[in-house]
Nanobody, 120 residues
Framework: QVQLVESGGGLVQAGGSLRLSCAASGLVFSSYAMGWFRQAPGKERERVAVVNWSGGMTRYADSVKGRFTISRDNAKNTVYLRMDSLKPEDTAVYYC?????????????WGQGTQVTVSS
């Protein structure tokens, strides 16, 4: 049974930082690209950042470039999202996802989400 468990969310003031973690189990972690998505109330889910299986290739949404950093530790089966210079518009539920496919249209696995709230 595949599980993706996010942690690290919370309440932070604008300009602050958080680091999200996603611990994976039940899959060959190094065979999957990993990603972070977010969904704010009343908005569509947005892809925030993705990293390939080795960690050598990353991509970011324009809205977070220069502020967020995705990384992974294959020895710990964990992917991270470091979020700096947080803004109120970053408030959302953040989800971890895993895919073995070449696109992120429909990842095979999702975590349960962790709430991030940025106060102004």
């Amino acid at each position: 049974q595949v599980q993706l468990v996010e942690s690290g969310g919370g309440l932070v003031q604008a300009g602050g930082s958080l680091r999200l973690s996603c611990a994976a189990s039940g899959l060959v972690f190094s065979s999957y690209a990993m990603g972070w998505f977010r969904q704010a109330p009343g908005k569509e889910r947005e892809r925030v950042a993705v990293v390939n299986w080795s960690g050598g290739m990353t991509r970011y949404a324009d809205s977070v470039k220069g502020r967020f950093t995705i990384s992974r530790d294959n020895a710990k089966n964990t992917v991270y999202l470091r979020m700096d210079s947080l803004k109120p518009e970053d408030t959302a539920v953040y989800y971890c996802a895993a895919t073995s496919r070449t696109s992120w249209i429909n990842p095979e696995y999702w975590g349960q989400g962790t709430q991030v709230t940025v106060s102004s």
